[in-house]
């Protein structure tokens, strides 16, 4: 009993703050870009949240089963409280973090703690899907922007410009949607089975969408989006179409990932450039360090208590 | 206004629409200019032209800086909105310097005069060409009217080099040869704050559609 109402407790915190941290990846174009103002844009980005959760989010149990097969409350209250207390340290420096990562992590320093028989198999394909999709971001960015471009160069200025806009806001509803099914998706997947999950998962989105997303979207909208129109456009279509394919494979996969990946991409696209690689290299590194960090808290806790 | 209104309508549109009625106050200054310089009229009416450009850069200025416009264009659009607004200043400033100080010399004071009216009639086709600019829906069409305002500008680049040589190879007392150097610049800079115009407006376009 006390178990269940912790790990509601636990699951409530840690979406209200994976959904604050990851707004700006979803909306920090529209609300950037000052298309939507930053009320409606965190509105578009909290219905996209939770009807990828609700439509799509139990796609991920698969990929859950394959790195932390048996859940005991134990487990899943182990592994809330090192993905919170990681993701408390990267929400006080500002830094978007990648849950997917983090929490695949996580899960596998338990299973690894607690010898449980973890689905090697899968997981490689999980890893390898998590190096080719930011590549397939940049590559696949060259192409597309040119494409756009010359399609936008044979039509009028203005409805095209008014037409990108309105796509922009319905690939952030995309993205946001993917997000809740993939990302929010993979927390609910860990959690019981049940009304009050969902419940918790709710109010979490609602209230880290509304209260934890400020530093997030100042960071991303000041020194990552200087976005024009197509770039951001582009970027949200790559991204929203490989998370969406991760999450029909069951990967846990990281929107952030994918979108800066493909913001880098299209800044590589054109034929004179000058890209700011620092942020772009202390995300990565925040990553990856994200990662180990996870892991090797979880396996230490899970062996601690084990 | 709803909100699909509100995304449908676009704020850098409607702002740069707007950029029209300074170069529309553009085109009356000049008007004036004109008579200003052909019969010597008084400055009053291109005095208050200067001010209505003000106003309206004032206008869009704030605008600007409150509306609904992506980030990475605020600082072009503010300088587009000087330039456009220092098309007009340079107007005034030509015809105070027309009006101060009176050329002896018939014959070379009706010269100045001729190829004054020129430059203005070559800043009124630029302000021209930049109406439909700021109008048109293409940027191939954009990147064509920029050219016409840049060759204007040569033309008249030219013309103040004639008004320069002049200067120097007649022999004037300090005061008229001050004088005409100083008319050949301010008309000068009419043309090339037009050019410049022509340039960040092009610029904008491109990093909006690009």
Redesign the interface.
């Known amino acids: 009993m006390f178990g269940g109402i912790l790990i509601l407790i636990l699951s409530f915190i840690l979406i209200a703050l994976v959904s604050g941290n990851n707004l700006p990846v979803c909306s920090g174009s529209i609300i950037?870009?000052?298309?939507?103002s930053r009320r409606?844009g965190i509105l578009i980005t909290i219905i996209g949240y939770i009807l990828g959760l609700i439509l799509e989010g139990g796609m991920l149990r698969t990929g859950v089963n394959a790195v932390l097969p048996f859940k005991s409350e134990q487990s899943i209250i182990i592994a809330f409280t090192v993905a919170i207390f990681i993701f408390l340290i990267a929400h006080k420096m500002r830094v978007p973090q990648s849950l997917s990562v983090n929490f695949t992590s996580i899960l596998l320093g338990i299973s690894m703690a607690m010898h449980l028989p973890i689905n090697w198999l899968f997981l490689s394909f999980i890893i390898l899907f998590w190096i080719i999709a930011p590549i397939i971001s940049i590559v696949a960015m060259r192409p597309l922007m040119h494409k756009t471009?010359s399609l936008?160069?044979k039509r009028?200025?203005?409805?095209?410009?008014?037409l990108i806009?309105?796509l922009l806001?319905l690939f952030s509803f995309f993205a946001a949607f993917t997000l809740g099914a993939n990302t929010l998706g993979l927390l609910y997947a860990t959690m019981p089975k049940g009304l009050y999950s969902i419940l918790a998962a709710l109010l979490g989105i609602i209230f880290g969408s509304l209260l934890l997303s400020g530093g997030e979207l100042r960071r991303i909208?000041n020194e990552i989006i200087?976005?024009?129109?197509?770039n951001a456009l582009n970027s949200q279509i790559v991204s929203v179409l490989l998370v969406e394919l991760a999450v029909l494979l069951s990967i846990p996969l990281s929107n952030s990932q994918t979108f800066i990946a493909s913001i880098y991409g299209s800044g590589l696209s054109y034929k004179n450039r000058i890209l700011l690689r620092s942020p772009i290299k202390s995300i990565a590194i925040t990553w990856i360090g994200g990662a180990l960090a996870s892991f090797a808290f979880a396996y230490l806790f899970a062996t601690l208590l084990a | 206004m709803g909100i699909l209104e509100r995304i449908l309508e676009g704020s850098e549109e409607r702002i740069i629409l707007k950029f029209n009625e300074i170069v529309d106050i553009g085109l009356d200054a000049s008007k004036a200019l004109d008579k200003v310089i052909e019969k010597s009229d008084k400055i009053d009416k291109i005095r208050s032209l200067e001010k209505d450009s003000d106003n309206v850069a004032f206008e869009i200025t704030n605008e600007i800086a409150s509306g609904g416009i992506a980030p990475n264009l605020i600082d072009t659009l503010l300088e587009l909105v000087e330039k456009e607004d220092n098309i007009i200043d340079s107007m005034y400033n030509l015809a105070r310097e027309f009006h101060r100080y009176k050329i002896k010399n018939k014959r070379l004071d009706k010269y100045i005069r001729g190829k004054l009216i020129e430059m203005n009639e070559l800043a009124s086709e630029a302000l021209k060409i930049m109406k439909k600019m700021q109008k048109s829906e293409s940027l191939d069409e954009i990147r064509n009217y920029r050219k016409e305002i840049e060759s204007l500008e040569e033309k008249g680049d030219d013309i103040k080099d004639g008004l320069f040589d002049l200067a120097y190879s007649e022999s004037l007392e300090f005061k008229s040869f001050h004088h005409i150097i100083e008319l050949a610049h301010q008309a000068d800079d009419v043309l090339d704050n037009c050019e410049d115009s022509s340039d960040i407006f092009f610029t904008i376009m491109s990093s909006i559609v690009t």
């Not at chain 1, 950037?32 to 939507?36: F, K």
């Not at chain 1, 009028?156 to 008014?162: D, L």
């Open positions: 950037g870009s000052r298309i939507v409606n471009y936008v160069k009028s200025i203005w409805p095209t410009i008014n806009r309105l806001i909208g200087s976005l024009r129109y197509i």
